[in-house]
């Protein structure tokens, strides 16, 4: 019983470009949406968040956009840049401090 | 101010043996968790803790024990590895009042 997919396991895109990330989920109990990243031999890292009661979050590149009745999230980065290259999560909590993680989305930025 | 904090960074064991992976956060979190990540399935929840002296089953907790005797430390346990254990293992923490947690660097263990 998947909850969460990520469909797109690898994504490139011109520096300077949008980048656009998805996840779809099925479970209605969720309330709190992630997204972490994750650089090689490293530990994810939290990016940004947003709660069920907002549709959008921004926080400078990086916006969160949720739309509850298709049950889907997104991550935009504009404008993209190398660094940015890594592999993205989205996670999801329905209250209890545990997440569900999606499989992840490998983000590479060309220059 | 280390954050958090994973020993061993990697370690081969063969089947059966046992280890303990040591997880220590600095950042006076109440709750630890312990994932596993393998290719293709994202970051799984083993155990997690709510605070010391607690623990409880995440998603895929068979194979594996964990304590909490002290607040900065959750230790996760393999006491029979079988290869189906080799992964990268990352231990969690989060503030109760906040919703993000602070994950560390990832032990990479291999089960021959």
């Known amino acids: 019983d998947q909850q969460v997919k990520q469909n797109s396991p690898s994504l490139s895109v011109q520096e300077g470009r949008i980048s656009i990330l998805n996840c779809d989920y099925t479970n209605s109990m969720f309330d709190y949406f992630l997204w972490y990243k994750k650089y090689p031999a490293e530990g994810p890292t939290f990016l940004i968040s947003?709660?069920?009661?907002?549709d959008k979050n921004e926080d400078g590149r990086f916006t969160v956009f949720l739309n509850k009745s298709a049950k889907h999230l997104s991550l935009h980065i504009v404008p993209s840049q190398p660094g940015d290259s890594a592999v993205y999560f989205c996670?999801?909590?329905?209250?209890?401090?545990?997440?569900?993680f999606g499989t992840g989305t490998r983000l590479k930025v060309l220059a | 101010n280390a954050g958090v904090t994973q020993t061993p960074k990697f370690r081969v064991l063969k089947t059966g043996q046992s280890m303990t992976l040591l997880c220590a956060q600095d950042m006076n979190h109440e709750y630890m968790y312990w994932y596993r990540q393998d290719p293709g399935m994202g970051l799984r929840l083993i155990h997690y803790?709510?605070?010391?002296?607690?623990?409880a089953k995440g998603e895929v907790p068979d194979g594996y024990n964990v304590s909490r005797l002290k607040k900065q430390n959750f230790l996760l346990g393999l006491e029979s590895a079988a290869p189906s254990q080799t992964s990268v293992y990352f231990c969690a923490c989060g503030d109760g009042g906040r919703v993000e947690q602070y994950f560390g660097p990832g032990t990479r263990l291999t089960v021959t």
């Open positions: 947003i709660s069920s009661i907002k």
């Open positions: 996670a999801f909590s329905s209250g209890t401090y545990k997440y569900i």
């Open positions: 803790s709510v605070g010391e002296g607690t623990t």
